[in-house]
């Protein structure tokens, strides 16, 4: 049976308080939505069938092919009339890259900043601990839900996977590694859980906003992602260092490169990756990828459910962050003048008549890091697991921060995680551009209420592979499954509160109008 279409409009007041709509057996009315002349048209149209793997060039068996002729001319006006103070700039980044990736591969795990839920909570976690997690980008969050209701969500989750023939990776395995899976009743519970969403709002808060910036850090939204489980002996999820949120956007997009402009500049030093400006404008997805993002997240993250630390699957992660980006951001620019050495590279953009490459980045796909594209961060001495965690522990890694998957899962258990990132309240997360079925035009969409309709009808979230998914499927979540009021917030179920300061009232009211509800 196939998947109910999805228009993008605005769904009726009334249908939001329908118990027939909110348990999924009807798909609601639809209020229309006037398409303004003067929306720039992007096209957001559903997404092929796929898995995880198609979001990596190398990970998905493809070859990276150089890039259109347009980004010679993009690599000359990022640098044009900057090329002396960005070789500075360089020269100066190799060697803090030295002293930076000589403490990584000492220290290894005990890097890691550890938060106590507890401290969360109570609001005391320590500025040290503030600090080391913005210095290295990463953290776990110890005791964000109990662990006995950490496992018995598993459990639920595992039946429900064994009930229904779910897609996933490796397609050629009955057992999958990575579910693309997004509605379980055990997800819908974690995501609302009001400890995992106060954990989030603190994640969130570690960025800071201008006032004027259409932001509030302090009320997380749920992004609604995959289920993993890793057993003993897979070595097919050996996920490669990468970085999501786009690739060839962080040079292309005009929002996106503005975020990096000091490292651009060759003020390397003075850029700050906890500064939102041009964050919440920027376009993460141009090319509509497989993997792609159209959703600003403050950090990735995951909901540990079982045991599982070095050597047992889990999480790798290159633990510097404000350097390292800077280093793979400039890259494309220097080439090495003696083989084999890291040292003496020069500001060399490509030859006319050569191809053109951002080394590890392809449109469509994450970008990927490599010790021969990047020999300076000593990839195979820097990219940590994280410590063990127990069933109920976070962790989570800053949307920049390079990461990837170990080898093998040498250890006992099945390594298994709910994907659940940091992503705040802002009117671009509640909004989407994407295509009016009705007219062909391409008026604003709401992300978060496109997200709502596609948990009501059981299919995959706008920023995932396509297809009908969960439609037909025995047991799948509903609103029911939401633990808390903060959780129907964050799912789109119910209105943000419109008191605050001006600034954070009028987003509300501005995502309620995206969401559908009324302002009073």
């Not at 980004?71 to 030295?98: C, F, H, I, M, P």
């Not at 005791?143 to 595992?158: F, M, P, T, Y």
């Not at 070095?310 to 980006?325: C, E, K, M």
Request: net charge neutral; charged share 25%.
């Amino acid at each position: 049976m196939p998947a109910p279409a999805l228009t993008s409009s605005t769904i009726a007041q009334k249908c939001l308080t329908c118990p027939s709509f909110l348990r999924g057996a009807c798909q609601g009315m639809e209020a229309p939505v006037r398409c303004l002349a003067t929306e720039i048209p992007l096209d957001r149209r559903g997404k092929r069938e796929g898995n995880i793997s198609h979001a990596f060039t190398s990970f998905s068996g493809k070859k990276a092919a150089p890039l259109p002729e347009r980004y010679r001319l993009l690599k000359k006006n990022l640098t044009a009339g900057r090329e002396e103070a960005l070789q500075k700039s360089w020269d100066d980044l190799v060697e803090v890259l030295k002293e930076r990736t000589e403490e990584v591969a000492t220290k290894r795990e005990r890097i890691i900043p550890i938060v106590q839920f507890n401290d969360i909570s109570t609001k005391s976690v320590p500025s040290e601990t503030i600090e080391a997690i913005r210095r290295t980008g990463v953290a776990v969050v110890k005791g964000v839900i109990d662990r006995s209701k950490a496992e018995a969500l598993l459990a639920e989750c595992k039946e429900y996977l064994t009930s229904n023939p779910h897609n996933g990776f490796p397609t050629d395995s009955d057992r999958k590694v990575v579910y693309e899976t997004y509605w379980s009743p055990s997800q819908i519970k974690a995501r609302t859980d009001p400890n995992m969403l106060r954990t989030q709002s603190f994640m969130n808060q570690l960025f800071t906003s201008q006032p004027d910036q259409k932001v509030d850090l302090s009320t997380p939204l749920a992004y609604c992602d995959r289920i993993q489980i890793r057993p003993p002996g897979d070595t097919h999820f050996a996920l490669s260092p990468h970085v999501d949120a786009g690739s060839v956007e962080r040079w292309e997009d005009k929002a996106y490169s503005h975020v990096y402009r000091k490292i651009f500049e060759g003020k390397w030093r003075e850029y700050n990756p906890w500064d939102l400006t041009g964050r919440l404008d920027a376009v993460m997805d141009m090319y509509n990828g497989a993997g792609g993002t159209s959703v600003f997240r403050t950090f990735q993250g995951w909901l540990g459910l079982s045991e599982h630390g070095p050597q047992q699957g889990t999480l790798v992660t290159h633990p510097i962050l404000q350097p390292s980006t800077a280093y793979w951001l400039l890259r494309p620019f220097f080439t090495p003048t003696r083989a084999g050495s890291l040292d003496g590279w020069k500001f060399a953009p490509e030859k006319e008549d050569g191809d053109v490459f951002l080394h590890g980045a392809t449109p469509g796909t994450a970008q990927e890091h490599t010790p021969g594209y990047h020999p300076h961060l000593r990839l195979e001495e820097t990219m940590i697991p994280y410590p063990t965690v127990e069933p109920g522990d976070t962790v989570f890694w800053s949307v920049d921060t390079i990461h990837g998957t170990e080898n093998n899962n040498v250890g006992p258990n099945d390594a298994c995680v709910f994907y659940i990132p940091a992503t705040p309240l802002t009117e671009g997360n509640a909004r989407r551009l994407g295509l009016c079925a009705s007219t062909g035009l391409t008026p604003p969409q709401r992300y978060l209420a496109r997200q709502r309709d596609a948990m009501l009808a059981g299919t995959p979230p706008p920023d995932f592979p396509g297809g009908s998914g969960e439609y037909t499927f025995k047991g799948r979540g509903t609103v029911k499954d939401i633990v808390s009021e903060q959780g129907k917030l964050a799912l789109g179920f119910s209105p943000f509160p419109t008191n605050g300061d001006a600034t954070r009232a009028e987003l509300a009211r501005k995502a309620n109008e995206i969401l559908g509800y009324r302002s009073a």
